[in-house]
């Protein structure tokens, strides 16, 4: 079954149950979702999905960080909780050794030498990990791979 189903059979069952927290994080995102199709007037792959919810992620991450640095538990946990409903989503994440292979295959096919060749391997890496891996960490691991190289 497409992602994009799932997540609207997910927001009936929601609705059905009365749980109305899932249902609206379930419907920030298939907002997002209808959003992102009307702007650009596609059609949503899975991988347009989980594109669209790893943003909302990385979003959520950063908004629990500002709330807890202002006292604002409550904020927080809303936030939280929005984030367990979209991980839900997502696909299996990738192990260390996994990320590192990929990492170091892209360096190979990319023939970067230095950090300045970075941008080419995040090229080659991302559609391919993207989604299954937090990214801020892999390029971190790229730009390691590429000094030492």
């Known amino acids: 079954m497409p992602l994009k189903d799932q997540i ?4 009936k069952d929601a609705m059905r149950a009365g749980d109305a927290k ?11 979702m209808k959003r992102k199709e009307v702007d650009e007037r ?18 959520r991450r950063d908004s629990i960080a500002q709330f807890e640095k202002g006292g604002r538990q409550d904020l927080a946990d809303t936030e939280k909780f929005e ?34 060749d970075m941008g080419k391997v995040m090229a080659v890496l991302k559609p391919r990990i993207a989604g299954r ?6 390029s ?10």
């Open 42 to 59: 596609v059609v949503l792959t899975d991988a347009d999905v989980v594109t669209i919810i790893d943003k909302m992620l990385k979003q």
């Open 22 to 32: 899932k249902r609206d994080a379930i419907r920030l995102l298939t907002s997002e």
């Open 8 to 11: 609207s059979n997910d927001l």
């Open 83 to 116: 984030l367990t409903v979209l991980q839900a989503y997502m696909p299996q994440g990738l192990s260390e050794a996994e990320i590192a292979d990929a990492v170091a295959t892209a360096i190979a096919e990319s023939g970067a030498k230095d950090p300045a």
């Open 140 to 149: 971190g691991l790229v730009k390691s791979k590429l000094g030492a190289g």
């Open 133 to 138: 891996a937090d990214m801020s960490k892999v």
